[in-house]
T-cell receptor, first 112, second 114 residues
Framework: GQQVMQIPQYQHVQEGEDFTTYCNSSTTLSNIQWYKQRPGGHPVFLIQLVKSGEVKKQKRLTFQFGEAKKNSSLHITATQTTDVGTYFCAGRSGGGADGLTFGKGTHLIIQP | DGGITQSPKYLFRKEGQNVTLSCEQNLNHDAMYWYRQDPGQGLRLIYYSQIVNDFQKGDIAEGYSVSREKKESFPLTVTSAQKNPTAFYLC?????????????FGDGTRLSIL
């Protein structure tokens, strides 16, 4: 079945440094979504990418979808303590309401 | 306020017992999902339903059962056949669409074995 690999598993950064997490799928994806889960909370949707090579920005967050639609990345510029949490990518290779295949997530830990 | 309500927040199961986790949404979403989250793991799909009275198995359906008798409700039963049920269970819902829609999650239920 479809597998979504995400690296790194943990990332420690100093506040103000940049952060990137990478996601790779074993199969071509129809779309990819990114979620953030704060400690003790539930995943919250950040963004969805659909087109090959797509790049989307949300303030300090930049999301990319690879040309082959098999990989994606999330980059945070100048991290803040509010960025702490686990970032998950989630891919879908089938139809619009099929379940998502989640990566294991990257835990972002920020040292003040 | 629209949202997804999961109950209970904490649940304890005895050996050989079935337990049912509740999930209710008032977002008028057609699709609903159940995921299991273990420490250090991502979310794994148990079951999903795109419409009332229909549901599909996800990647780890063994030992679980669901029903979808109403649009608003998608209860999950963890049966005694599930030998390692201790986990954080998350319910989600979404609209349906050609390219997928954001999934909205409930606050989860933590299930433990007594």
């Amino acid at each position: 079945g479809q597998q979504v690999m995400q690296i790194p598993q943990y990332q420690h950064v100093q506040e103000g440094e940049d952060f990137t997490t990478y996601c790779n799928s074993s199969t071509t994806l129809s779309n990819i979504q990114w979620y953030k889960q704060r400690p003790g909370g539930h995943p919250v949707f950040l963004i969805q990418l659909v087109k090959s090579g797509e790049v989307k920005k949300q303030k300090r967050l930049t999301f990319q979808f690879g040309e082959a639609k098999k990989n994606s990345s999330l980059h945070i510029t100048a991290t803040q303590t509010t960025d702490v949490g686990t970032y998950f990518c989630a891919g879908r290779s089938g139809g619009g309401a099929d379940g998502l295949t989640f990566g294991k997530g990257t835990h972002l830990i920020i040292q003040p | 306020d629209g949202g997804i309500t999961q109950s209970p927040k904490y649940l304890f199961r005895k050996e050989g017992q079935n337990v049912t986790l509740s999930c209710e949404q008032n977002l008028n979403h057609d699709a609903m999902y159940w995921y299991r989250q273990d420490p250090g793991q991502g979310l794994r799909l148990i079951y999903y339903s795109q419409i009332v009275n229909d549901f599909q198995k996800g990647d780890i359906a063994e030992g679980y059962s669901v029903s979808r008798e109403k649009k608003e409700s998608f209860p999950l039963t963890v049966t005694s056949a599930q030998k390692n049920p201790t986990a954080f269970y998350l319910c989600a819902s979404s609209k349906t669409g050609a390219y997928g829609q954001p999934q909205h999650f409930g606050d989860g239920t933590r299930l433990s074995i007594l």
